[in-house]
């Protein structure tokens, strides 16, 4: 979930399917905000101080990447991760 007054982004736990991977809102939420800003990964990862790997690892919904990192790319964007709450019953289906 994106909230836009408040300047948060949190993240959402990933998913499994047998067939298929879910992505996170923070991987959609970098990517169609690079998009709008019409920057590159490249430039993307320069000005967040971090590799180009990593931004596509992000943008590409890897499932293990370093929180601060994930920060600086966010920072660039008015935003931080932050934990919110889920619907249990929901996650739980999901599992099965």
């Given at each position: ?18 067939m298929k ?15 709008q ?10 000005k967040?101080?971090?590799g ?15 929180v601060?990192?994930?920060?600086d790319?966010?920072l660039l ?7 919110c709450?889920?619907?249990r019953d929901?996650l ?5």
């Amino acid at each position: 979930m994106v909230l836009n007054n408040n300047k948060i982004v949190y993240l959402h736990l990933i998913r499994y399917n047998k067939m298929k991977k879910e992505t996170t809102a923070t991987a959609l939420f970098v990517k169609q905000k690079r998009k709008q800003t019409k920057i590159t990964q490249v430039e993307l990862a320069q000005k967040a101080g971090v590799g180009l790997r990593f931004i596509r690892d992000l943008e590409q919904n890897k499932t293990t990447l370093r929180v601060d990192k994930v920060n600086d790319v966010l920072l660039l964007f008015g935003c931080e991760l932050a934990p919110c709450p889920i619907n249990r019953d929901k996650l739980l289906n999901n599992k099965l």
